[in-house]
């Protein structure tokens, strides 16, 4: 069973950092792409990143460019994002999802990690 | 960043009912869609990837269709389950981006 569990989120303070990591099992880590994407209380999804099996390829919606990493240890089957500067709109749920093999729709999520911004 | 609009943004609908839930890309994406269903509190779940390729699992009740600008979700006949947020995403590029979602609630 393909399980995927986030930790790390927590209240940080405006300009603050944070590390989330995100645990995978039942599956093959090191042959599917990784995704983080966030949602605001009350609002829509937000994709946020993305890294490659081998991590070669890399990606990140401009709200968060220059500001998070993702990165990924495939010897650990983990997945983790780095986040800088946080601002009070970085604050939401952040999901942890897995590509589908076959294309790059999002085929299964974690159940996500809550992230406060705040003073 | 190409632009996913959904429609309409809510709407109430009973048990049993045909509903239709439209998606528009504001560039031409193939059919490199998908649909996600997410109930509250909870995660997101994929329901029908490359436009209309139902998700092992997933009711048959559920269908997708289109392609190029324009995708359209279904569901035959509502089950009381059903009553959640839609979304639809494109993965033809990057920035990756969904709709900014279809809540369907019970009439």
């Known amino acids: 069973e393909v399980q995927l569990v986030e930790s790390g989120g927590g209240l940080v303070k405006p300009g603050g950092s944070l590390r989330l990591s995100c645990a995978a099992s039942?599956?093959?880590?090191?042959?599917?792409?990784m995704n983080w994407v966030r949602q605001a209380p009350g609002k829509g999804l937000e994709w946020v990143s993305s890294?490659?099996?081998?991590?070669?390829?890399?990606y990140y919606a401009d709200s968060v460019k220059g500001r998070f990493t993702i990165s990924r240890d495939n010897a650990k089957n983990s997945l983790y994002l780095q986040m800088n500067s946080l601002r009070a709109e970085d604050t939401a749920v952040y999901y942890c999802?897995?590509?589908?093999?076959?294309?790059?729709?999002?085929?299964?999520w974690g159940q996500g990690t809550l992230v406060t911004v705040s003073s | 960043a190409i632009r996913m609009t959904q429609s309409p943004s809510s709407f109430s609908a009973s048990t049993g009912d045909r509903v239709t839930i439209t998606c528009r890309a504001s560039?031409?994406?193939?059919?490199?869609l998908a649909w996600y269903q997410q109930k509250p509190g909870k995660a997101p779940k994929l329901l029908i990837y490359?436009?209309?390729t139902l998700q092992s699992g997933v009711p048959s009740r559920f269908s997708g269709s289109g392609s190029g600008t324009d995708f359209t979700l279904t569901i035959s006949c509502l089950q009381s389950e059903d009553f959640a947020t839609y979304y639809c995403?494109?993965?033809?590029?990057?920035?990756?981006?969904f709709g900014q979602g279809t809540k369907l609630e019970i009439k």
């Open positions: 999802a897995r590509s589908q093999s076959s294309t790059s729709c999002l085929s299964y």
């Open positions: 039942g599956f093959t880590f090191s042959s599917y792409s």
């Open positions: 890294i490659s099996s081998s991590s070669s390829y890399i």
């Open positions: 560039q031409g994406i193939s059919s490199y």
């Open positions: 490359a436009a209309s």
């Open positions: 995403q494109q993965y033809y590029s990057y920035p990756r981006t």
